[in-house]
């Protein structure tokens, strides 16, 4: 099965940046729509970023002009460029499948686990 691996986090104060990638162990190509979750301590994880295999993204309305997702099929990443971060940005980020979440509002991964996911923490 396909495992993804998240990388780039850190600590940031707020108004940095950071630029996460997420290395597959195969081929995204075929994948439709890839995504970012995060989930910040004592919240459920959400899906805010997602990029279709054609390259249409979304975003969730708190990081609508401020993140901008990416991929690149030829190396089976997908990034994220994170500008203008906030406090409220502090959470574990995860990449995997976009999915729809479950009745309580919970996603499960389509591919492997969740993981550790990349830590971004934002302070001053």
């Known amino acids: 099965q396909l495992q993804l691996v998240e990388s780039g986090g850190g600590l940031v104060q707020p108004g940095g940046s950071l630029r996460l990638s997420c290395a597959a162990s195969g081929s995204i190509g075929s994948i439709n729509a890839m995504g970012w979750y995060r989930q910040a301590p004592g919240k459920q994880r959400e899906l805010f970023a997602s990029?279709?295999?054609?390259?249409?993204?979304n975003y969730s309305d708190s990081v609508k002009g401020l993140f901008t997702i990416s991929r690149d099929n030829d190396k089976n990443t997908v990034y994220l460029q994170m500008n203008s971060l906030k406090p409220e940005d502090t959470a574990v980020y995860y990449c995997?499948?976009?999915?729809?979440?479950?009745?309580?509002?919970?996603?499960?991964?389509?591919?492997?686990?969740w993981g550790q996911g990349t830590q971004v923490s934002v302070s001053s």
């Open positions: 995997n499948a976009e999915r729809t979440p479950d009745g309580s509002g919970i996603y499960y991964p389509r591919f492997g686990s």
């Open positions: 990029i279709a295999s054609v390259g249409s993204t």
